[in-house]
């Protein structure tokens, strides 16, 4: 069975810092990745997906993220934080053939200090 | 075009009663799919419809059921409702065919409280 682990439960970065955020996946066969963020109160929005090719994956809000199979690590990076992008991050797998059923790890909140 | 959206946004039920919830897709998109979100148990996969036909299920027990209409409109049923049921309840639907690598879109989520 898939699963994901993100060990980091909270990090706390200084505004203008970069940021690393870890995902370790565990599938047999080629996954699909994914970067969900999610603000207090709202749904979850797509920041970037992995199916094939380049494994550095550009995304939405400045983000970019770095599939290494010998890792079997998918982690998101962002050179410069922003006050806004304080949220909780998930990382989540799907079995290859798209979302037919999504593992979702359990999440890290991410901390903004000006 | 509008968003995933998702009826009620909040609800308030007690142990035993039952609960219905609803979600619009996309329109055009075929695949919705249901995740219960609690602080305990994370993000888990319910169930995922595609074209009125479930295709995936999570491991739930049978007191959560789901469907989807042909318009892809999709609801999820909870029987029996328990107080470990009280959680965030959302749906996310998806363009394209069985092996879609399309975007995901997740609605707001609908707040079930059970007391």
């Known amino acids: 069975a898939q699963s994901v682990t993100q060990p980091d439960i909270h990090i706390t970065v200084s505004e203008g810092a970069s940021l690393e955020l870890r995902c370790n996946y565990s599938y047999g066969a080629t996954p699909y990745l994914f970067w969900y963020v999610q603000s207090p109160g709202q749904g979850l929005q797509l920041l970037l997906k992995y199916f094939s090719g380049d494994t550095l994956v550009q995304g939405i809000k400045g983000f970019e993220a770095e599939f290494k199979r010998s890792q079997s690590s998918f982690n998101l990076r962002k050179p410069s934080v922003h006050w806004s992008d304080a949220a909780e991050y998930f990382c989540?797998?799907?079995?290859?053939?798209?979302?037919?059923?999504?593992?979702f790890g359990t999440g890290t909140k991410l901390q903004v200090i000006p | 075009k509008a968003g995933v959206t998702q009826t009620p946004r909040y609800l308030i039920k007690t142990r035993g009663q039952q609960v219905t919830l609803s979600c619009s897709p996309i329109s055009g998109h075929r695949s919705v799919s249901w995740y219960q979100q609690t602080p305990g148990q994370g993000l888990q996969f319910l169930f995922e419809?595609?074209?009125?036909?479930?295709?995936n299920k999570g491991n739930f027990p049978g007191r959560f059921s789901g469907r989807q209409f042909s318009n892809s409109r999709s609801e999820m049923n909870v029987s029996t409702l328990e107080l470990g049921d009280s959680a965030l309840y959302l749906c996310?639907?998806?363009?394209?065919?069985?092996?879609?690598?399309?975007?995901?879109?997740f609605g707001p989520g609908t707040r079930l409280t059970v007391l």
């Open positions: 989540a797998v799907a079995k290859s053939g798209g979302y037919q059923k999504v593992t």
């Open positions: 996310a639907s998806v363009a394209g065919t069985a092996t879609s690598t399309d975007t995901q879109y």
């Open positions: 419809y595609f074209s009125e036909t479930q295709r």
